[in-house]
């Protein structure tokens, strides 16, 4: 299974940005998204940002990832 995992923008340089959630950091490419700002929410999958979320709707995907972690829905 593939997720994408919403993450909030923390540093851009050229188009790479540093993304954080949960004091987790990963390196992700800006380049299939356009327009994105520090502090914006995107979906990381395998390195790169492939959309754009508010913050809203990232805290709904968060919170429906670990509900279903702490259900054991995911494999650890």
Do not use: W
């Not at 954080?20 to 979906?43: F, H, N, P």
Request: hydrophobic content about 50%.
């Amino acid at each position: 299974m593939c997720l994408g995992v919403p993450m909030q923008v923390k540093t851009i340089t050229d188009d790479l940005a540093i993304c954080e959630i949960d004091g987790v950091q990963r390196e992700a490419s800006l380049m299939m998204v356009d327009d994105v700002q520090v502090g914006d929410y995107v979906l990381i999958h395998a390195g790169f940002a492939i959309e754009k979320i508010d913050a809203a709707e990232a805290q709904l995907t968060l919170d429906a990832l670990r509900a279903a972690l702490d259900e054991g829905l995911f494999p650890e």
